[in-house]
């Protein structure tokens, strides 16, 4: 399966190419979903990355798509600037998934 990458900016972009990962640099929400639409047709296509930045411009179209199929796999990473949602995001998510605090 292949994975595909959305960033907002071009170091994200340059730094998942060097690792042998495909993608595009966008910034306006009609071309992200525009891409997304496309994106989702392809049967080979198993990850979509995105940047925090990209997936904030579209928060209801992934929705859409993650309620409606299982593939592609939808995840959002941080950029080199790091996460806008704090270092203990990940930490708050699981406490409020299960319940654990960890």
Do not use: C, W
């Amino acid at each position: 399966m292949k994975t595909f990458l959305i960033s907002d900016n071009v170091d994200t972009y340059v730094g998942l190419r060097i690792a042998g990962i495909n993608g595009i640099v966008l910034h306006n929400k009609d071309e992200i979903e525009f891409i997304m639409d496309k994106l989702i047709q392809d049967k080979e296509l198993g990850i979509i990355i995105l940047t925090e930045k990209a997936a904030a411009v579209v928060q209801d179209k992934l929705r859409e798509i993650k309620l409606r199929s299982t593939l592609p796999l939808i995840v959002e990473i941080p950029d080199r600037h790091g996460s806008y949602k704090g270092k203990d995001a990940m930490l708050n998510y699981i406490k409020d998934s299960i319940g654990l605090k960890i």
